[in-house]
């Protein structure tokens, strides 16, 4: 009996004990949002597939062992686990789980990586609360305060925390695992790359705003195997001295590492010794820069009122070169062309960043590539810096160009060259971030975006001053810095004044965010239940809102039907330039509307999933107002309203809305 009853506490510690650092409990509670259905026969294939793989014969041994070891000794959660993970039972179960497709569903948070490999070392983080929100709450008091969402980057992999409730104290607790190279510690020493942290608070009308970040050096971990630390999260730019929120961080190796890295003061001397290398690096590039800025100046003098900025400020209060926020993000099979990425990118929302005092000017703060993900916003800069950063995955060469709008404002934009013909000059191609617009040199609109197709949308560009991509920075010293008399050939040291590329690649190495860009995480949404959903929300308040007015509503579900393929169109053609089925949308529209009557319709692009705002922007548009407060009954005036919502990477949609009315004729 006695044993009996140890082996019921130690299953009791174990199921505890799992379900606070088992990376298998981030599926688990997924399965919350299941249906019952839907969560038995989960729970089913999970019961199975741990049968079939012997975990419980391997649990219940090991049990045995622990009790045969332990008698007369208290039982202790952590030294439990702690030979769990010896025993590499835990690794096992994680390596087999990561190779069913069934988990790779559920990991929606998470980018994506291979199969787990038992073979294979791996960090464990995991979150266990945060305190000190307290400016969050208060900023939020006077409305609903939505959820927070903790967004973790390291090593080329991403994952997030589920959101829980926006509080002074929110309960987070999730645990993840992060793939390492190699197995010995010398090699686990050599990964510079940093854990990225950013929070962001996301409202209940879908709107997103970044509320602290941090980088943590986790090496640590490398003297004993566990780290256990509270990290304070700093605010963006001039706020970045100032504390927002505090994070209760745990770090562990799995498997363990079998021998440590000699002690506190060898890491401690290894990361200085680091440091000393970049700071060294840092100082050999400013002196260049220093030198080439005098050289620029001596060209013309006239080149210090030229948009050339070659050092921006981070979001931690860094200043680092422009170029290295720049870097080739693949996007996998999230994104399949460079028109789709154009179109992700604009549909980021756009958020203007201003100085403390509001009108004092523009912010000088650029947030990095992980942040502007994190949070689904930014400035003019960060979308051009995701776009130039997408296009170089798809092999282009893309470069962000630095000037200004034909008016005079400055303005970031990407420019991509063609380099067919080498006795040619190379054809450049403007993209506009924040639209996806496409534009030739010297032309019209080449394709995509909201320009449509066709020649005939001139671009607003005025002036350029530099181009600068990852590991490459030109000035332009031309005598015009007009846009359209711009010579894009970069080889020609008269019109171009370049950066020796080393140089740059030597000072990315030691201030850029990783080894490589954060990967996107796509995450399937259905998108016909999202549409079905909005439809019914936008129609109840529509109908409420003509209910104020004493006006009855009538919907016609054909008719909205019938809106779908106008729908599809207008989406097609801000991706490709060209929309399709349009001649048909009309045809059927004219066969459905009787005669005596008038059709009028009303299509609207959203980047959000509120229906409350997106009937505040209806109600504002002329055209879509008066067709809200239209009158008549339902012999003379029915309404008809289709959603479409087009899922991209990053939970960024395009929603689409078409809202339409079918009118009697008044007579004349």
């Known amino acids: 009996m006695l044993g009996e009853e140890r082996a019921s506490q130690a299953s009791d510690l174990l199921n505890r004990g799992a379900s606070r650092r088992l990376p298998l409990r981030v599926a688990c509670r997924e399965m919350q949002g299941l249906g019952a259905t839907q969560s038995e ?49 835990i690794e096992e179960l994680v390596g087999s789980l990561g190779k069913e497709q069934t988990t790779e569903r559920l990991t929606s948070r998470s980018s994506h990586t291979p199969g787990k490999d038992r073979n294979g070392r791996y960090l464990h983080l995991r979150v266990s609360g945060g305190s000190a929100f307290v400016d969050q709450v208060l900023e939020s008091s006077d409305s609903p305060k ?102 209760s961080l745990h770090m562990e190796f799995l498997p363990k590492v079998a021998t440590a890295f000699k002690g506190a003061e060898a890491i401690a001397a290894h990361l200085k010794d680091e440091k000393d290398k970049a700071a060294d690096k840092e100082r050999r590039f400013f002196s260049m820069a220093k030198l080439w800025w005098k050289e620029f100046l001596q060209i013309r003098p006239t080149h210090s009122s030229r948009a050339v900025k070659i050092f921006a400020r981070t979001a931690s209060d860094v200043i680092v070169p422009v170029f290295t926020f720049v870097q080739p993000l693949e996007a996998g099979r999230a994104l399949k062309s460079a028109g789709q990425a154009a179109r992700f990118v604009s549909l980021i929302e756009y958020e203007r960043s201003v100085t403390l005092g509001g009108n004092a000017g523009r912010s000088e703060v650029w947030s990095d590539l992980h942040t502007t993900l994190a949070s689904r916003k930014g400035d003019v800069e960060e979308h051009a810096i995701l776009l130039c950063s997408l296009l170089l995955g798809f092999s282009l060469e893309a470069y962000c160009a630095l000037g200004t709008t034909v008016s005079g404002e400055p303005h970031m934009w990407v420019v991509t060259l ?83 590329e080393q140089l740059l690649k030597d000072i990315a190495s030691s201030v ?157």
């Open 41 to 89: 026969k989960l729970r089913s294939i999970i019961h199975e597939h741990l049968h079939s793989s012997n975990v419980f014969g391997q649990v219940r041994a090991f049990v045995r062992d622990f009790l045969a070891q332990e008698q007369g000794v208290a039982l202790d959660e952590d030294k439990l686990l702690a030979a769990l993970h010896e025993k590499r039972i």
């Open 146 to 247: 939505g959820d927070l969402v903790a967004h973790f980057f390291f090593h080329g992999q991403r994952h997030s925390t589920k959101p829980v409730p926006c509080c002074a104290d929110p309960q987070f607790d999730d645990g993840f695992l992060f793939r390492l190279d190699g197995m010995d510690i010398e090699t686990l020493a050599s990964i510079k790359d940093n854990i990225y942290i950013v929070v962001v608070h996301q409202s209940c009308e879908d709107r997103c705003s970044v509320i602290g970040t941090q980088s943590v050096e986790w090496r640590k971990l490398l003297v004993t195997g566990y780290l256990k630390l509270v990290t304070e999260l700093s605010g963006i730019g001039g706020d970045s001295a100032v504390p927002v929120g505090v994070l």
């Open 418 to 500: 063609d380099r067919q013909d080498p006795d040619l000059l190379p054809q450049a191609t403007f993209w506009e971030s924040l639209t996806g617009c496409r534009y030739a040199h010297g032309g019209g609109t080449q394709g995509g975006g909201s320009g449509g197709g066709g020649g005939g949308v001139a671009h607003k560009y005025g002036r350029i001053g530099c181009l600068f991509s990852k590991h490459s920075f030109f000035a332009n010293v031309q005598a015009d810095d007009s846009v359209q008399g711009c010579r894009f050939d970069l080889d020609n040291f008269s019109s171009w004044k370049g950066m020796e």
């Open 512 to 668: 850029s965010r990783g080894t490589s860009a954060p990967p996107l995480i796509h995450v399937p949404l259905a998108t016909e239940s999202m549409e079905e959903a909005l439809e019914a929300s936008l129609k109840q308040l529509i109908v409420e809102h003509r209910r104020s007015d004493g006006l009855a509503t009538f919907w016609d579900h054909h008719l909205g039907f019938l809106l779908s393929p106008a729908l599809l169109s207008y989406e097609a053609e801000r991706v490709n330039g060209t929309a399709a089925g349009v001649a048909d949308f009309h045809q059927s529209i004219r066969n459905t509307v009787p005669n005596g009557f008038s059709f009028k319709g009303f299509p609207l692009q959203f980047s959000h999933l509120s229906a409350p705002r997106m009937l505040q922007d209806l109600i504002r548009t002329p055209m879509a107002a008066g067709m809200i407060s239209m009158q008549g009954g339902v012999d003379s005036v029915q309404f008809a309203l289709r959603v479409h919502v087009t899922a991209y990477p990053e939970r960024v949609c395009s929603v689409w809305v078409m809202l339409a009315v079918v009118f009697a004729k008044i007579d004349q």
